[in-house]
């Protein structure tokens, strides 16, 4: 059953990643990688203020929801379809169609506004994210290579799409594994790919797809925590949970700052995740701020959510570009918060 929540909380999650992208686009109190500094190393209330604006706007931990949402949804969506070849090859060509046709126009939006109208310029006191961008012009194979998902380097948040597209490869199959085993032997599986997540460092090769596959995978065998939840746990026990979750969820990259630790904060993450939306799935009950949900602005967001998510990068790119051409650079770097 379509679940109107669950819709807003991606609206929610994109919001939350496009305001974290303004956050990081200016050097702070010249940390020009505020976002790689943990609270108590900062250096400056400026530096303090944004780092702790990016607890509530958490880019990565908005990641995390999507995916997992995107195991719950799509499991639900193939439980209501037989189990046959048909059913695997409607889905897989719903996802191509789902995810591509609006990449296809967002990307091509974003070759021809860079190649007709972009120089690139070093701007002072910006971070080195942002300085990242658009550095060369866009060849005619990195242009094609980004059509196919291959590189995302023109794009900042295509990796996330390549990442469901290859999720989404294998979903059919993790779908059967998980419906046809008991409880315990998917907490099983389910292990073994927090495991590989945990080693995601050490591979060479398809790191970010070990790094995310168990939280595809609690996403799919979620509607067994659902049921539990609806059976033994109180109204009051799901408020507090609730509040709890999002605390964790929220904080976690903040306990677990640095690439070396980015699994822990992940696995943290991903389980807060599941119980938010877990509670929030479980229609009997309605939990405290859950109603923030149903405002008709978030509801409009939930349902804009992809195309909002795919063109909120390129569009914050050109407002930032613009501002610092205008923008002394003694301003940017006195009120970086303001202007971001």
Sequence with gaps: MFNTKLESLRGIAALMVAVSHCFIVLAVDHNKMIWNTSLLDT??????????????FNGGAAVTIFFVLSGYVLGMSLDRKPKNLLSILSFYIKRVFRIYPAYIVCLTFIIFSISLFHTYTGFANTSVWFQAWYETDITLSNAMVNYTLLETNLNQVAWTLKVELVMSLLFPFAYLVSRSVGVKMN?????????????????QYGNLYFLYGFVFYLGLIMPTLIKKLNVYVEQ????????????CVLCSRSLFSGNSNLPSAILIEALFSSLIIAILADTTKTVFLSWVLDYAIVRKLGQLSYSFYIYHFIILYWLAYGMLLLVNPDITASFPILLS
């Design 187 to 203: 907490f099983v599986f389910l292990f073994i790919l927090v495991l590989a997540s945990s080693m995601s460092g050490a591979i």
């Design 236 to 247: 009051n026990a799901c408020n507090t949970m609730f509040i709890l979750s999002i605390v």
């Design 43 to 56: 250096t400056g209330i400026q530096s303090f203020i944004t780092r702790l604006l990016l607890i509530p």
